[in-house]
C-alpha cells in the first residue's frame, strides 16, 4: 500500500535469536497495527498503537514486543519466546479524527520462516 | 463462537454469475465495518467500507443489518479478476481493535 514500508520481505531466523520487523508510514496515521496471518488462516492483531509512546496487547502477544518511538515508525520485534513464528507479517495504518472507525491500509508484508 | 464469523467456501462460479458471501457478528457495540479482499500472498486491500444504508460501487454491493448482526457482499457480473479471498472486517465496539474474519475464497471460471 502506497505510504506504508514493510522490510525486509523475506526474513530467516535461527532458534534463539530475536528478529525485528520493521514498519514505516509517510501517511501522518496515528494508529498503526501488526498482525500475523498463517496459511489459509485470518488476520491475528499481534498489538497495536493508537498514539506515539503508547501500545496495547492484541489477541496474541505473547512472544512479540513493540515500541512506537515516532509516529512513522511501529517496529515488531519477534522474540526467541516465539515458539512457532513462522507466518506472514503485516503492518497497518489508519488515520483520521475517528482512527478507530477507520477503515485500516496495509503494507506488503513481511514473511518469516525458521531456519 | 469466533468474533467474526464467514463461510470459508471456496465460492466456484462461472464468469458473469452473481454471488453474496455473508459475514455475522457477535458484538453487538461494533460500529465500523469493512470488506478487504486479498489476493494469493499479498497483502489485503480495502474494498468498501460498508454503511447502515447499504451503498454500492460498481459491480460491488454492500448491506448491513445490525439487528441479525450481519454484514453481506454482493458482487454481480463476476470476472476472471474477482478471483480472490473476501475479508470481512468489524471495528470492536469503535476503540482501534479490529476483528477480521478467516475470509471467503471466491474462483470464477471462463
Known amino acids: 500500500d502506497g505510504g506504508i514500508t514493510q522490510s525486509p520481505k523475506y526474513l530467516f531466523r535461527k532458534e534463539g535469536q530475536n528478529v525485528t520487523l520493521s514498519c514505516e508510514q509517510n501517511?501522518?496515521?496515528?494508529?498503526m497495527y501488526w498482525y500475523r496471518q498463517d496459511p489459509g488462516q485470518g488476520l491475528r492483531l499481534i498489538y497495536y498503537?493508537?498514539?506515539?509512546?503508547?501500545?496495547q496487547k492484541g489477541d496474541i502477544a505473547e512472544g512479540y514486543s513493540v515500541s512506537r518511538e515516532k509516529k512513522e515508525s511501529f517496529p515488531l520485534t519477534v522474540t526467541s519466546a516465539q515458539k512457532n513464528p513462522t507466518a506472514f507479517y503485516l503492518c497497518?495504518?489508519?488515520?483520521?479524527?475517528?482512527?478507530?472507525?477507520?477503515?485500516?491500509?496495509f503494507g506488503d508484508g513481511t514473511r518469516l520462516s525458521i531456519l | 463462537r469466533k468474533e467474526v464469523e464467514q463461510d470459508p467456501g471456496p465460492f466456484n462460479v462461472p464468469e458473469g454469475a452473481t454471488v453474496a458471501f455473508n459475514c455475522t457478528y457477535s458484538?453487538?457495540?461494533?460500529?465500523?465495518f469493512f470488506w478487504y479482499r486479498q489476493d494469493c500472498r499479498k497483502e489485503p486491500k480495502l474494498l468498501m467500507s460498508v454503511y447502515s444504508s447499504g451503498n454500492e460501487d460498481g459491480r460491488f454491493t454492500a448491506q448491513l443489518n445490525r439487528a441479525s448482526q450481519y454484514i453481506s457482499l454482493l458482487i454481480r457480473d463476476s470476472k476472471l479478476s474477482d478471483s480472490a479471498t473476501y475479508l470481512c472486517v468489524v471495528n470492536r465496539g469503535g476503540g482501534f481493535k479490529t476483528i477480521f474474519g478467516a475470509g471467503t475464497r471466491l474462483f470464477v471460471k471462463a
Open positions: 458484538n453487538s457495540a461494533s460500529q465500523s
Open positions: 497497518a495504518t489508519a488515520g483520521g479524527n475517528r482512527a478507530g472507525n477507520q477503515p485500516q491500509h
Open positions: 498503537s493508537q498514539i506515539v509512546n503508547d501500545f
Open positions: 501517511l501522518n496515521h496515528d494508529a
